[in-house]
Nanobody, 124 residues
Framework: QVRLVESGGGLVQAGGSLRLSCAAS????????MAWFRQAPGKERVFVAF???????YYADSVKGRVTISRDNAKNTVALQMNSLKPEDTAVYYC??????????????????WGQGTQVTVSS
């Protein structure tokens, strides 16, 4: 059974940083597109970032320049480094995966596997 487990969320002040991690099991991520989405209270789940591989990444405009997605295929993990956090970044952050295709994949329904999410709260 495929499992994606997020960790690293918490409470941080505006301007601070957090590093989220996603540990995968039941699937080898080397040949998967890996992504992060987030969902704020009362809002739809939206795209944050994805990586086709270690050298190709894509970011939502809302986080570009503040967020870095990376992967460690040997450890079967994906990370999201978030800097200069803002209150509007407050959301549950989800890790997602799909068999890799070299295409833009920014919709929730593009992804096959999901973690349960980790809460990020940014205070002003």
């Amino acid at each position: 059974q495929v499992r994606l487990v997020e960790s690293g969320g918490g409470l941080v002040q505006a301007g601070g940083s957090l590093r989220l991690s996603c540990a995968a099991s039941g699937v080898t991520i080397r040949n998967y597109t890996m992504a992060w989405f987030r969902q704020a209270p009362g809002k739809e789940r939206v795209f944050v970032a994805f990586t086709w591989n270690g050298d190709n990444t894509y970011y939502a405009d809302s986080v570009k320049g503040r967020v870095t997605i990376s992967r460690d295929n040997a450890k079967n993990t994906v990370a999201l480094q978030m800097n200069s956090l803002k209150p509007e970044d407050t959301a549950v952050y989800y890790c997602a995966a799909r068999p890799r295709q070299y295409s833009i994949t920014v919709r929730s329904y593009d992804y096959d596997y999901w973690g349960q999410g980790t809460q990020v709260t940014v205070s002003s």
